[in-house]
């Protein structure tokens, strides 16, 4: 089985990062959004769960954001709320990675200029590195708790005409090397990948996804083969 730190190389910034785990992030939201729907949830600390109405899922504290101070704080960094040490494993493989990797957004306690979007990219970009099923996002007025979710009861999807969606509508809606993303998210399903000049392509068995790219890389189309 893949993990996701094993997609790193010691040249990669977190644009790199990013890119290669975005997509695998997207679609493991989409498949939290398939049993919990529009529900709410509410927070047990004591006992380490995000608690929906139908379901009870393990949770790690990543982060939080201050919307007003556009102030994001990693949990590693948590002295004044005192948050359980067993919440904090994946944090603090976050911190590990950021500096063994020389990845300042990771290993600075406090970042700065963060807005909702830019947090959602931040959980994008580590919750596969941690293998988290999931992310989630606990609105509490300004500040906003980040988590990840580690859960079989989060289905997963195998289906190609998924994986090529989930791949070109990541490389639309993200200015992202959409070659290099293709790869990462290959290698994280646990696919082959297969590069050439003007084509690269994702293999499971004798199923294949294959897109091709411009000389400037962008995607010129994309077909699928079952």
């Known amino acids: 089985m893949v993990k996701g730190i094993d997609i790193l190389e010691k040249k990669d910034d977190f644009n790199d990062i990013f890119t290669k785990t975005g997509t695998m992030a997207y679609e493991r939201q989409q498949n939290l959004s398939e049993i919990i729907g529009e529900n709410n949830c509410e927070i047990n600390f004591e006992d380490g769960l995000l608690v929906f109405p139908d379901n009870e899922f393990p949770m790690q504290i990543i982060g939080s954001l201050s919307q007003k101070e556009e102030k994001w704080s990693w949990a590693w960094d948590n002295d004044d709320v005192g948050f359980p040490q067993i919440l904090l494993e994946d944090v603090n493989k976050i911190k590990k990675i950021g500096e063994e990797y020389n990845i300042p957004e990771f290993s600075n306690s406090i970042l700065t200029n963060v807005n909702i979007d830019v947090a959602h990219i931040l959980l994008m970009t580590v919750a596969p590195l941690v293998d988290a099923d999931a992310y989630y996002a606990v609105d509490a007025g300004d500040?906003?708790?980040?988590?990840?979710?580690?859960?079989?009861?989060?289905?997963?999807?195998?289906?190609?005409?998924?994986?090529?969606?989930?791949?070109?509508?990541?490389?639309?809606?993200?200015?992202?090397?959409?070659?290099?993303?293709?790869?990462?998210?290959?290698?994280?399903?646990?696919?082959?990948?297969?590069?050439?000049?003007?084509?690269?392509?994702?293999?499971?068995?004798?199923?294949?996804?294959?897109?091709?790219?411009?000389d400037r890389g962008k995607v010129t189309n994309i077909q699928t083969m079952k």
């Open 143 to 214: 500040l906003i708790l980040f988590v990840t979710i580690h859960s079989d009861e989060i289905p997963t999807n195998e289906d190609l005409d998924k994986f090529s969606h989930n791949y070109n509508d990541f490389q639309i809606d993200y200015p992202v090397n959409a070659r290099k993303a293709l790869k990462g998210y290959t290698i994280l399903k646990g696919y082959e990948f297969v590069d050439r000049e003007d084509f690269s392509m994702a293999k499971t068995g004798q199923q294949r996804v294959i897109v091709g790219f411009s």
